[in-house]
């Protein structure tokens, strides 16, 4: 062994945990597929020799996320599901949440969804997709006066239209998740501010603009004035070394 050798503590992995790894593994490699059928309990606590209670924790946890269905006393065993957009949802929910990801992070997560996503918007979405986004702006302007909860509110709801317009479910997905990490600042932010009627004005307007671009199918503008909104609108909220990662994330005026 040499001196830069290092070796950390090991985690002792309780009897579920492995057991779940070893089927996430199978469902990874496709040896299980959805729809596929796990072995019955009684065959599971067989086959990894644990107790009935090991091999339930481990079916709760796979549950949990998604990744297996199961029903009391169906004798055909657990069910191996499809993946779906829910599952990622949840998991990246989680993540935000616990504050496992920082601020200045997730700031940098929404500049780069937000101006892919107007800009696929500006040219993908539909007639009907338009019109829903001219409704939600329209919903913002009018709920100023309802303070900032119903605002921010109105505001995640135009932002969702733009996401769906987008036509990249994951992009869908992710916007989601990310919006409701930053909601509650978003409020703060309208409520601590010296006249909140005009921040969410400033905002209003920041948002008709990219409505605008994406009205006009111009995805480049629309891209680039979402970049600089979620700049704007969170840089002076996250400490200096994100402020200089946001710069790398601006580009030109266009």
């Known amino acids: ?11 002792p992995v309780r009897a579920y945990e492995a057991i779940v790894e ?18 019955s309990e009684r065959e599971l606590m067989g086959t ?23 029903r009391p006393g169906d004798p055909r065993g657990p069910e191996i599901l499809q993946a779906s957009p829910a599952t990622l949802h949840k998991a990246m929910n989680r993540l935000v949440r616990s504050g496992t990801i920082k601020l200045s992070e ?40 309802g303070g900032s909860a119903v605002f921010s509110q109105a505001d995640v709801d135009f932002h969702a239209t733009v996401w769906e ?9 992710c916007g989601d998740a990310a919006r409701g990490a930053l909601v509650d600042l978003v409020n703060d932010r309208i409520d601590s501010a010296p006249d909140s009627g005009a921040q969410m004005k400033l905002s209003l307007a920041h948002d008709y603009e990219i409505f605008n671009a994406i009205e ?12 600089t909104f979620v700049i704007e609108y969170y840089g002076e909220m996250i400490d200096k070394g994100g402020r200089n990662s946001l710069a790398l994330l601006g580009d030109a005026k266009a």
């Open 1 to 11: 062994m040499t001196d830069k050798t290092e070796f950390v503590a090991v985690k």
């Open 22 to 39: 070893q089927i996430e593994q199978a469902i990874a490699t496709r040896q299980l597929n959805p729809g596929d059928r796990l072995p």
């Open 48 to 70: 990894f020799a644990v107790s009935r209670a090991t091999v339930r924790e481990a079916l709760r946890v796979l549950e949990s996320g998604g990744l297996v269905r199961s």
């Open 106 to 145: 997730l700031v940098e997560f929404r500049v780069m969804l937000e101006g892919a996503s107007c800009t696929l918007a500006a040219e993908h979405r539909t007639p009907e997709q338009l019109e829903e986004m001219r409704a939600a702006v329209e919903a913002m302007e009018s709920s100023i006066a």
């Open 165 to 173: 317009a987008s036509h990249n479910q994951l992009m869908q997905i």
């Open 216 to 227: 006009a199918q111009d995805g480049a503008r629309a891209g680039h004035l979402a970049r």
